[in-house]
């Protein structure tokens, strides 16, 4: 086509992002969704689901050899000297918004819920005993 668009690139993209994604839905689905979601395997697919869009535009410029980095710069995205910093940042958000709205929940009189309280019956009995012991002092 003569209108710049690289249509076998997103149809790579498409491919490469959504039918993987498609296919863990359905395992769950089929799986019944509310007993297969307390089971670490099924956690780890939901998990992993959220990096297919990256793996699919990685997978759709190695297919079309637009190799990877020079791919990157043409969608803007390049690593300068600030990436660590930008890395830190991007991580550390999630948490940041997390404790604003804790603050904001015990400022309000609200009740606030422990995310870790609803892992622990997802854990073994062996792993909550290890959890709940106190640590070893170190040997001499």
């Not at 009189?109 to 959890?131: H, I, N, W």
Request: aromatic content about 10%; proline content about 8%.
């Amino acid at each position: 086509m003569s209108d710049g668009v690289d249509y076998r690139r997103i149809s790579i993209y498409l491919a490469a992002a959504y039918v993987p994604a498609y296919l863990m839905d359905s395992i769950i689905y089929l799986a019944g969704s509310e007993k297969a979601l307390t089971r670490p395997l099924y956690q780890f697919l939901v998990a992993g689901r959220m990096y297919l869009p990256m793996l699919g535009v990685i997978l759709a410029l190695l297919m079309t050899k637009a190799g990877i980095r020079s791919g990157l710069k043409e969608y803007g995205l390049r690593a300068g000297k600030r990436l660590p910093q930008l890395l830190l940042l991007g991580a550390s958000i999630p948490y940041l918004i997390y404790a604003v709205g804790v603050a904001y929940g015990y400022l309000a009189g609200l009740p606030v819920a422990d995310p870790v309280k609803s892992l622990y019956p997802t854990l073994s009995r062996e792993a909550e005993r290890l959890l709940s012991r106190p640590p070893c002092s170190p040997s001499r």
